[in-house]
């Protein structure tokens, strides 16, 4: 039944971060949330995470391009990737989703922005323990010992 889960999880996940990270690159569907969101990276870029270690800050245009392609590829290797991928682009994704939690919480967004963060986050996690238990259970080595034992 896990497996089932973390498939689901996976693939719901994907999607909406493909969605997302299209939405943040192009207004071709949505153009009023494209120029919502070109707007709120103006704001975004005010805190951005690393501007404390390094004293820089990308332009407002390059970070939004860089978040977009980052969900972008991430939700594509979420669906398409191998089991490694899927973890190593999950990390990335919980990454960003952290990173614009802690700024809407320095920036007092709304109540909206931050229950969408948390929720993601949450997703997030769960899609990773989700997948760490499935490992667990996926123990070729232990059933082959059971197979061996019942022939003998």
Do not use: C
């Amino acid at each position: 039944m896990t497996s089932l889960d973390l498939h689901l999880l996976t693939i719901v996940l994907g999607v909406i971060f493909i969605f997302l990270g299209h939405m943040k690159l192009t207004p071709q569907f949505f153009p009023e949330y494209h120029s919502q969101i070109r707007n709120e990276f103006g704001k975004l870029n005010k805190e951005f995470p690393l501007f404390h270690l390094t004293g820089w800050r990308p332009y407002a245009k390059n970070y939004r391009i860089g978040v977009g392609i980052a969900e972008m590829s991430s939700g594509t290797l979420l669906l398409l990737g191998g089991a490694f991928s899927q973890s190593m682009s999950n990390v990335v994704l919980l990454v960003i989703v952290t990173s614009f939690l802690v700024a809407f919480q320095k920036l007092k967004y709304g109540t909206e922005y931050i229950v969408a963060a948390i929720f993601l986050a949450f997703l997030l996690v769960l899609r990773l323990i989700l997948a760490s238990r499935s490992k667990k259970t996926r123990n070729p080595t232990g059933a082959r010992r059971k197979v061996e034992n019942k022939v003998e």
